[in-house]
């Protein structure tokens, strides 16, 4: 059988899930499921399940799960982008939407010295993440938190990945393009508006960070950081 959508529950190891009020809107209203039908699940975390309407209730949907398969469409390489939200929310909700249809694995809003947007949504940043993962059928949703520049770094400590900061420094050649990684953990660092300080640049070289610049352009926040999501997944590896 062929799906085309994809539903979402955080937990598939269990006989029974119900569906959340909006997920539930969807597949018995807006899909017209009934009970006997077959849908797809995921989780988010790698699982996809098979599943059977057995309550098809608009407000409160519920699915009898079959067989589950773990680690489903998982990548070989691990894309950790630390980005200082936008001004304009619109704009990092695009990015976080656009990163999960490509593939990416964490996200960090980094609150840096230039940043203008001090905060950020979560609940509705995840609720942006779980529509783009069910629009492009994947099963992975990246793991997302809010940090200080000065937090992400002390919290990363010890660095077990090829490190990277994206900033605007003309003198700077180095393009971050579709080379071949060191390792299979990448790190990117991508700053507000206002760029990063110099003490972020200056405590990024102490930490190892190779600065690089995205293209031949000054790019918008949200375009650099899908900039670094499009290299990463087109990257080839090392040969063994």
Same mark, same amino acid.
């Given at each position: 059988?062929?799906?085309?959508?994809?539903?979402?529950?955080?937990?598939?190891?269990?006989?029974?899930?119900?569906?959340?009020?909006?997920?539930?809107?969807?597949?018995?209203?807006?899909?017209?499921?009934?009970?006997?039908?077959?849908?797809?699940?995921?989780?988010?975390?790698?699982?996809?399940?098979?599943?059977?309407?057995?309550?098809?209730?608009?407000?409160?949907?519920?699915?009898?799960?079959?067989?589950?398969?773990?680690?489903?469409?998982?990548?070989?390489?691990?894309?950790?982008?630390?980005?200082?939200?936008?001004?304009?929310?619109?704009?990092?909700?695009?990015?976080?939407?656009?990163?999960?249809?490509?593939?990416?694995?964490?996200?960090?809003?980094?609150?840096?010295?230039?940043?203008?947007?001090?905060?950020?949504?979560?609940?509705?940043?995840?609720?942006?993440?779980?529509?783009?993962?069910?629009?492009?059928?994947?099963?992975?949703?990246?793991?997302?938190?809010?940090?200080?520049?000065?937090?992400?770094?002390?919290?990363?400590?010890?660095?077990?990945?090829?490190?990277?900061?994206?900033?605007?420094?003309?003198?700077?050649?180095?393009?971050?393009?579709?080379?071949?990684?060191?390792?299979?953990? @990448?790190?990117?660092?991508?700053?507000?508006?206002?760029?990063?300080?110099?003490?972020?640049?200056?405590?990024?070289?102490?930490?190892?960070?190779?600065? @690089?610049?995205?293209?031949?352009?000054?790019?918008?926040?949200?375009?650099?950081?899908?900039?670094?999501?499009?290299?990463?997944?087109?990257?080839?590896?090392?040969?063994?």
């Amino acid at each position: 059988m062929v799906f085309d959508q994809y539903f979402y529950h955080p937990d598939l190891l269990q006989p029974m899930v119900t569906l959340s009020a909006e997920e539930s809107e969807h597949c018995c209203r807006a899909l017209r499921h009934r009970a006997g039908d077959e849908v797809l699940l995921t989780d988010g975390q790698g699982r996809e399940a098979s599943a059977v309407v057995v309550t098809p209730n608009p407000k409160a949907c519920q699915l009898e799960i079959g067989e589950v398969r773990e680690n489903v469409g998982v990548r070989k390489r691990h894309l950790h982008i630390a980005i200082a939200p936008t001004k304009n929310a619109d704009r990092i909700e695009w990015f976080v939407e656009k990163s999960v249809e490509i593939g990416i694995e964490a996200i960090t809003f980094i609150i840096c010295d230039h940043s203008e947007r001090p905060r950020v949504n979560m609940e509705r940043l995840r609720r942006v993440a779980i529509a783009a993962l069910k629009q492009c059928q994947t099963t992975w949703l990246p793991a997302m938190e809010v940090l200080t520049f000065k937090e992400f770094i002390e919290k990363q400590r010890p660095w077990d990945a090829d490190r990277y900061i994206a900033w605007c420094d003309d003198q700077n050649t180095r393009q971050f393009a579709a080379e071949t990684f060191a390792t299979d953990q @990448v790190v990117l660092l991508i700053g507000p508006e206002g760029d990063f300080s110099e003490a972020e640049i200056a405590t990024a070289r102490a930490e190892k960070f190779i600065e @690089v610049k995205l293209g031949n352009r000054r790019l918008r926040t949200e375009t650099a950081g899908l900039y670094g999501c499009t290299v990463v997944a087109t990257a080839p590896f090392r040969e063994e």
